[in-house]
């Protein structure tokens, strides 16, 4: 019989969601955020013997989170840098520390009365270890929509094709996009809304040809113009708009009403990155 071995292996808390509020006299400010941790390490005799001494709680990381909130949380790229170097450097047992972080955007209404902004949220992934930080930062939940400027046609078909081909039609998508940093400085916030500005202009200007294609030419806009990101990565699930046939009713319809189909759906992703950039390691 062979040797049954522990694998790859890591704990932590998900998804501590902490609200931090900034008094500045009547004008507040406000930070919502949610907080995710994961460890590696020694942690062999906990799952073999059940020998807890090497463990910090998951309950201390938690509360580590809402300690470290209260120094202020400033960009998120640098919260969440405080905090995976905080749980590497204090306790030998962790080799790795990766903390995901989603901020959820809000727009004032009053000096402090707010708005929530939308689904969109904005991203950073910090992981370190012995060997160095890498961090990435992103949006999700972007959901964009052009409708013209898009086609669809010369695709392989076969006898369960039924798609019919396109020359102009509507593309939208819920898009997330991550991009790595070359190091662990940068100015994040300017960074991160040059990005998704590219991301964006991008997306409405290219005429395209596939989902593909705009993908691929987002990530090169981004990489072109930004200096500091030396990889992107997006998901793009296709939001399809389905031309209504309303020729039973005996209206036309040049391709101004549609259905807004939810699922199935198509689902496009990919990586664009410098050919010199160094190596992703932990990063993702």
């Known amino acids: 019989m062979s040797k049954i071995v522990l694998g ?14 900034t008094r500045q006299g009547a004008r507040h400010e406000i930070k919502d955020l949610n907080v995710s941790v994961a460890l590696a390490g020694d942690f062999a005799d906990t799952h073999l013997t059940g ?29 969440a840098i405080r905090l995976a170097r905080h749980f590497v450097s204090e306790f030998a047992p962790v080799y790795r520390a990766r903390v995901h972080v989603e901020e959820f955007g809000w727009q004032r209404i009053h000096d402090h009365a707010f708005v929530r902004a939308g689904t969109e949220k904005r991203l950073a992934m910090v992981t370190c270890s012995d060997d160095g930080t890498w961090v990435v930062a992103g949006v999700s939940d972007l959901v964009v929509l052009k409708s013209t400027g898009s086609e669809f046609h010369g695709y392989i078909k076969d006898r369960y094709t039924t798609l019919p081909e396109t020359h102009d039609r509507i593309m939208a998508t819920s898009l997330t996009a991550r991009w790595r940093f070359h190091d662990a400085q940068a100015d994040w916030a300017r960074s991160y809304a040059e990005v998704r500005r590219l991301l964006l202009d991008t997306f409405a200007a290219k005429h395209s040809l596939s989902l593909q294609q705009t993908l691929y030419t987002m990530g090169a806009a981004v990489l072109e113009a930004r200096p500091e990101v030396v990889e992107v990565r997006i998901s793009m699930p296709n939001k399809h708009h389905f031309v209504v ?32 950039a160094p190596d992703a390691g932990l990063a993702w």
């Open 8 to 21: 790859d292996n890591q704990y932590g808390k998900s998804e501590t969601h902490v609200v931090r509020v």
């Open 51 to 79: 020998d807890n001494s090497k463990v910090l709680p998951t309950d201390t990381q938690k509360n580590t989170v809402f300690a470290f909130a209260h120094d202020g949380v400033g960009e998120i790229e640098d919260f």
């Open 245 to 276: 046939d309303l020729s039973p009713f005996g209206l036309e319809n040049p391709n101004e009403v549609f259905y807004a189909s939810d699922r199935p759906y198509g689902q496009i992703e990919g990586a664009v990155s410098r050919e010199d």
